[in-house]
């Protein structure tokens, strides 16, 4: 192939490989570095990705090309990819320059669709924040969540959890998370939620077939409790469907803090790698929006925002929560990226 590779491409596919194997995948790092070899053969998604505007980190162009030649490799195409998947041989090259060849124009379209994780092992972390919120206002949850996808998270309730040694939720619950927890035990609190709603700018339906590809192709193939958790997350959201809205964040949000709260409710906004895909200006109107709405709030009527993200540097993910009246923010925990371990810092 004659075909010059924008250098920015490669070193994309390279950096979420190393990523990927730190991680503790090192099926799909492979998959990335044999993408980085041989992304000659595919010049559609070679363009889009070495031609893409704004930052291909955190538009997270790795992860979308990985789940797109994961879902080809689920639907079987071409069989010597979904042999590869398969553990049938390990010629990631050939697997690679197959697909690229045969499926460049797939890949490059599903590229373009933002990423949509929805991962669920998240909710343990979010779940244990929603504790301290009811020992320390003693009321049940409002839930809000920004960025919600499949809303998957807005079920937490109704799964089951073990976070270093106090269980909580449903525990009959077919969906059981146990992340590795280090540090002392959340409190042992009840997981009440009274309402849950949330947003997305392209919200996904759990009773969709292709939402359901989507989804399952997203999780990286050498990590089955994963896969598992999401098919039995997927199954109660059928039954459970989450109330995701279609709209911009921002103004949602907006909206949703200036409505009337009732007395003896906690409202707690919610958001999981959200915040890495917004501007810097976004993220200070985000920030200021919190600041308004927590001035309305008040002892009967207090607010919480728990955040799931990645600090300044990326290189932690931080669990934090803000509760107004008061309006401090603490550090609750330092977290794996899809929540496998826990390292509870309060």
Known sequence: MNMIVHPGGRSELRRQAQRARLLGSPFVAEVL?????????????????????????????????????????????????????????????????????????????????????????????????????????????????????CGLNLNLDLYGYVLGGTVAGNTTSQVLIAPVWSGSAPPSQPLEIVSARGVDLN?????????????????????????????????????????VECADARPWLAERLAEPQAAGTCRVVIHSMVVQYFTRAERKAFGRMFREAGQRADAKRPLARIAFEWNLTRRQVHLTLTLWPQGSTRLLAVCHPYGDWIDWRV
């Open 33 to 149: 570095a044999a993408a980085e070899r041989q992304l000659a053969y595919a010049p559609r998604t070679a363009a889009l990705i070495g031609n893409w505007q704004g930052d291909a980190a955190a538009a997270a162009l790795g992860l979308r090309l990985n789940s797109a030649v994961h879902a080809l490799a689920r639907r079987g195409t071409p069989p010597v990819l979904q042999a590869l998947f398969n553990h049938c041989h390990n010629d990631f090259d050939a697997a690679l320059a197959t697909v690229f060849q045969t499926e460049d124009r797939f890949i490059a379209n599903w590229m373009r669709n933002p990423t949509q994780t929805n991962e669920v092992g998240r909710a343990a972390a979010l779940a244990a924040a929603l504790m301290v919120v009811r020992q320390e206002t003693g009321m049940p949850a409002a839930l809000i969540e920004v960025g919600a996808s």
């Open 203 to 243: 919200p996904l339906d759990p009773r969709d077939a292709a939402t359901r590809e989507r989804l399952m192709a997203y999780v990286w193939a050498d990590q089955p409790r994963r896969t598992n958790r999401l098919e039995q997350a997927l199954d109660i959201a059928r039954h459970a469907v989450p109330d």
